[in-house]
């Protein structure tokens, strides 16, 4: 999908319960009842492609294939937060695919354990439709920041990941306090309430605007 290097190549298939540690007994049952196979395609480090980077130290690829066709951001959760490194996650069912990646750090008490700040993820398509590429130059912290800036519209090719998914978060809230708004704008009776509302959903979608606005300065 991304055409890589062939040092970069793995294939190696992990094999489900290697997770078990991390997760319930509800997760597990998903683990085992709808990932049909999870493999790891590919690594960017110095070793593979001879380019380092500071916060970022190795980029992993994981294909995970699915028995029936669902999300498994959950999953993809317990995944990342078992192993240091930055993933590149693609997951699959029949000739579909999605793709999904999170910015996540160290926990600054369990070198185990990562940190996750945020997700970057696409909906299902094929495969014809994905857009999506890697630009293996400068160091990984740019080839990891470059990736992720590709799953946001109009993203500032200036700031780096810390700035990006700070920005993302930021929009997120808002949009998230302008649906809270808008439902209790279906459901308010009170005349008096209802203008209230309507005044705060104004001044949300102004913000978001201006905030937008300022993103792709």
């Known amino acids: 999908m991304f055409n890589l ?14 997770f078990d540690a991390y ?3 509800r997760q597990k049952k998903i683990f ?7 493999t790891w395609t590919n690594k960017l480090s110095q070793d593979t492609i001879h380019i380092t980077g500071k916060d970022v130290q190795e980029i992993q690829f994981f294909e995970i294939e699915l028995k029936d066709k669902l999300n498994i951001k959950d999953l993809l959760v ?5 192993i240091p490194y930055h993933i590149i996650f693609k997951i699959k069912f029949d000739e579909e695919y999605y793709l ?5 750090h160290i926990h600054p008490t369990n070198d185990d354990n990562a940190v996750i700040d945020y997700t970057f993820s696409t909906d299902w398509m094929s495969k014809n439709e994905i857009r999506f590429y890697l630009e293996l130059k400068s160091n990984l912290d740019w080839i990891y920041k470059n990736f992720c800036s590709q799953f946001v519209a109009n993203a500032n ?35 008096n309430k209802k203008v209230e509302l309507n005044l705060s959903l104004k001044k949300l ?3 978001m605007r201006t905030y937008i606005k300022i993103k792709l300065m």
């Open 5 to 18: 290097p062939k040092s970069t190549v793995v294939k190696k298939v992990i094999p489900k319960n290697a």
């Open 205 to 207: 979608e102004n913000e």
């Open 78 to 82: 317990i995944i990342d937060k078992a």
């Open 100 to 104: 999904s990646t999170s910015a996540k």
């Open 23 to 25: 997760t319930n007994t």
């Open 32 to 38: 085992s009842e709808k990932i049909l196979r999870i």
């Open 157 to 191: 090719e200036s700031i780096n990941l810390k700035e990006l998914v700070e920005n993302e978060k930021k929009l997120e809230g808002i949009k998230k306090d302008i649906e809270k708004v808008k439902s209790e704008i279906s459901r308010c009776k009170q005349f």
